[in-house]
């Protein structure tokens, strides 16, 4: 049974760094970090394949997250700098169901808040 669980959430000041983690059972999928603000829909962050370790961002992450794996731990990382009030947000591992990355998504994890402020 697949299962992911986040974790590294937590409150952090404008311009602050977090990096959160995704650890995941079952076999290797493709992996995405999703976001959930209040009052917004859910959108796609970063994404990253299976296989050849291509990756995704959301133009609003681009040059400030960074998405990795280590497919021997079996988990995913979202480093994430230059945090701004925007990215404020519950944030989502899931496994990226494709064809295009950070579109579908299923085998939701539980999500961590993170809430960007002074």
């Given at each position: 049974?697949?299962?992911?669980?986040?974790?590294?959430?937590?409150?952090?000041?404008?311009?602050?760094?977090?990096?959160?983690?995704?650890?995941?059972?079952?076999?290797?999928?493709?992996?995405?970090w999703f976001r959930q603000a209040?009052?917004?829909?859910?959108?796609?962050?970063?994404?990253?394949?299976?296989?050849?370790?291509?990756?995704?961002?959301?133009?609003?992450?681009?040059?400030?997250?960074?998405?990795?794996?280590?497919?021997?731990?079996?988990?995913?990382?979202?480093?994430?700098?230059?945090?701004?009030?925007?990215d404020a947000a519950v944030y989502?591992?899931?496994?990226?169901?494709?064809?295009?990355?950070?579109?579908?998504?299923?085998?939701?994890?539980?999500?961590?808040?993170?809430?960007?402020?002074?």
């Amino acid at each position: 049974q697949t299962q992911l669980v986040e974790s590294g959430g937590g409150l952090v000041q404008p311009g602050g760094s977090l990096r959160l983690s995704c650890a995941v059972s079952g076999l290797t999928y493709a992996i995405g970090w999703f976001r959930q603000a209040p009052g917004k829909e859910r959108e796609g962050v970063s994404c990253i394949s299976a296989s050849d370790g291509s990756t995704y961002y959301a133009d609003a992450v681009k040059g400030r997250f960074t998405i990795s794996r280590d497919n021997v731990k079996n988990t995913v990382y979202l480093q994430m700098n230059s945090l701004k009030p925007a990215d404020a947000a519950v944030y989502y591992c899931a496994v990226d169901s494709g064809p295009i990355m950070c579109i579908a998504a299923e085998h939701w994890g539980q999500g961590t808040q993170v809430p960007v402020s002074y």
